[in-house]
C-alpha cells in the first residue's frame, strides 16, 4: 500500500499556491494594460512580419479601420490569461485519459507484461473529474462570453443582416459550420466528455478493486468489456475534444490528421507520466515488482508514440505546406511569423532528442535516462498544446513579462493539482492487483533481447 508522503503532500500544495500567486500576478498586470500600451503592441507586430492575415478572426478585420483592429488586439491580449490556463487543464485532461486508453489496451488484448503498473495508471485517471471541472468552468467563461478564445462564439459571425441591412461582419464559412460550432452543442459536448470519462475510470478502477476482492474470472470479463468500452468512447471523444478545444480556435482551418496529431501527443506523455510515477515507486521500495524488464517495454512505449507523433506532425504540416493554399497554409504562416521561435524547436524535444537517445535496447533499461527523457517528453508536449492554443487566442502578443508569469502560473497550479490527486488516489489503492489472472506473467516477465 503506497503511502501519501507528508513532502511529496507538501511539494503539491506549495506548487499550487505558487501557481495561484504568479496567476495572480499575471492576471493583474494583464488587466492594467491600457489603449496606449496596446496601440504601440500592435504597432511593434505589424512592423516585425507580414500585415496579411494570420488567423481567421483577422481576415473579417482587412478592410475594417483602426478603431476595430484596436478592439480586436484588446481582445487577443486580454485572452492572456484564460489562454494560459485553457492549454494547460487541455493537455493534462487530455494525458489523464490518454493514460486510461493505454490501460485500457492492455485490458482488451490480454496483456501480461503491464498488471504490475495498473494501478499507476488508474491512479492517474483519478485526476479526469477534476481537470474535467477545471474544463467546465473555462467553457462556462466562453460560452457566456467572459472569455473570447472562440472565434466563432461571436453571434455577428452568423447574422446575415442587421437592422435590414447586409451585416459586414458576416462569416459564410463559420455561418456553413453552425450546426456543429454553436454554444448549447459546445457545452452539452463539453460536459459530456467529462462526465463519461470520469465514469469510465470511476468505473474502471472499481471494478479492478472488484476483481482482487473475487478473483473471479466472470468480474475480470467484465473489468475486459469496460476497457473496451473506454477504448471506443476515447476515439470518438478524444477526436471531437480536439475540434472543440483545440482546433475550433481557428474555425476556417482545419485537418483530418489534426485529431490523430493531438491525441497522440497527450499518449506519448500519458507514457512518459506512467513511467515517472513507476520509477518512483520503485526507487521508494513501494513497487520492488517493477523492473528492468517493465521500464524497457515502457521506453518502447515512449520512443514508439514519439515517433508517431513525428509521423503526423510532418504528414499534416508536409502536406498543407506543400499544397500552398492560402486557406490552409495560413495555419502555418501564422506560426512561421510570430512564433518562429517556438514552433520548429518543439522537434528537438518531441523528436530529436528521443530519436537519438531511446533507439538503444539497453538504454531503455536505464533508469536515470529514462525518468529523463519521460521528463523531456511531458515539457516538449506541453510546449506542443501551447503553440496550438496561443497563436490563435493571443495572436502576436505572447512575448510579455504577463504571458510568461500566466504561463508558468497555469502549469505550476495545473501539476501541483495533478500531483496532489494523482498521488492521493494511489494512497487508496493496492499496488498490487491480486485478483488479475495474469499478475503472475507479469511479475515474472522478461525481456529476452
Avoid at 473555462?138 to 455577428?156: A, E, Q, R, S, Y
Avoid at 463519461?196 to 470511476?202: G, L, P, T
Avoid at 480556435?249 to 493531438?262: A, K, N, V
Avoid at 497522440?264 to 507520466?273: D, E, G, Q, R
Amino acid at each position: 500500500m503506497y503511502s501519501f508522503s507528508p513532502k511529496l503532500k507538501l511539494v503539491s500544495i506549495i506548487l499550487l499556491v505558487a501557481g495561484l500567486v504568479l496567476f495572480a500576478a499575471g492576471y493583474f498586470m494583464n488587466h492594467s494594460i491600457d489603449d496606449t500600451r496596446i496601440e504601440h503592441m500592435m504597432e511593434a507586430a505589424k512592423s516585425a512580419v507580414s500585415a496579411n492575415p494570420t488567423h481567421s478572426s483577422e481576415i473579417a478585420l482587412k478592410n475594417q479601420d483602426h478603431a476595430a483592429h484596436l478592439n480586436h488586439a484588446k481582445h487577443q491580449i486580454h485572452n492572456q490569461p484564460l489562454a494560459a490556463i485553457h492549454f494547460v487543464a487541455v493537455f493534462f485532461f487530455a494525458v489523464s485519459c490518454a493514460t486510461m486508453f493505454f490501460y485500457s489496451i492492455q485490458h482488451a488484448a490480454h496483456a501480461g507484461w503491464s498488471i504490475i503498473i495498473t494501478r499507476v495508471m488508474e491512479a492517474i485517471g483519478g485526476y479526469i473529474p477534476v481537470g474535467g471541472a477545471i474544463l467546465i468552468i473555462i467553457m462556462i467563461l466562453n460560452v457566456t462570453h467572459n472569455g473570447h478564445l472562440f472565434h466563432w462564439m461571436d453571434p455577428l459571425l452568423t447574422t446575415q443582416v442587421v437592422d435590414g441591412k447586409p451585416n459586414p461582419d458576416f462569416d459564410p464559412i463559420i455561418f456553413e459550420k453552425r450546426k456543429f460550432l454553436n454554444i448549447p452543442f459546445y457545452a452539452i459536448r463539453t460536459v459530456l466528455y467529462v462526465v463519461i470519462a470520469s465514469f469510465f475510470a470511476w468505473k474502471l478502477r472499481s471494478q479492478s478493486r472488484k476483481v482482487d476482492q473475487t478473483k473471479s474470472a466472470r468480474d475480470y470479463q467484465m473489468l475486459y468489456r469496460w476497457a473496451v468500452g473506454y477504448i471506443v468512447f476515447f476515439g470518438f471523444a478524444s477526436a471531437a475534444w480536439a475540434w472543440d478545444w483545440l482546433m475550433s480556435i481557428d474555425p476556417h482551418w482545419y485537418s483530418t490528421m489534426y485529431i490523430w496529431y493531438s491525441m497522440v501527443s497527450a499518449l506519448s506523455s500519458a507514457v512518459a507520466v506512467t513511467i515517472l510515477i513507476s520509477v518512483y515507486l520503485k526507487k521508494n521500495g513501494f513497487l520492488p515488482q517493477f523492473n528492468d524488464n517493465h521500464l524497457h517495454d515502457l521506453g518502447k512505449f515512449l520512443f514508439a508514440t514519439s515517433m508517431l507523433w513525428t509521423y503526423t506532425w510532418f504528414a499534416q504540416f508536409m502536406l498543407y505546406w506543400y499544397a500552398n493554399v492560402p486557406e490552409e497554409a495560413n495555419y502555418f504562416f501564422g506560426r512561421f511569423q510570430h512564433y518562429r521561435e517556438l514552433y520548429l524547436p518543439m522537434l528537438i524535444p518531441n523528436f530529436l532528442i528521443p530519436l537519438l537517445v531511446m533507439v538503444s535496447s539497453s538504454i531503455k533499461r536505464n533508469y536515470k535516462v529514462v525518468t529523463i527523457m519521460a521528463v523531456i517528453v511531458i515539457f516538449g508536449h506541453a510546449w506542443d498544446y501551447f503553440n496550438m492554443v496561443m497563436p490563435g487566442t493571443i495572436g502576436p502578443y505572447w512575448r510579455t513579462p504577463e504571458v510568461l508569469l500566466l504561463t508558468i502560473g497555469a502549469v505550476l497550479f495545473i501539476v501541483g493539482l495533478f500531483m496532489f490527486t494523482v498521488l492521493y488516489t494511489l494512497s487508496k489503492l493496492k499496488l498490487i492487483p491480486e485478483g488479475n489472472p495474469f499478475l503472475h506473467e507479469s511479475k515474472t516477465f522478461e525481456y529476452l533481447f
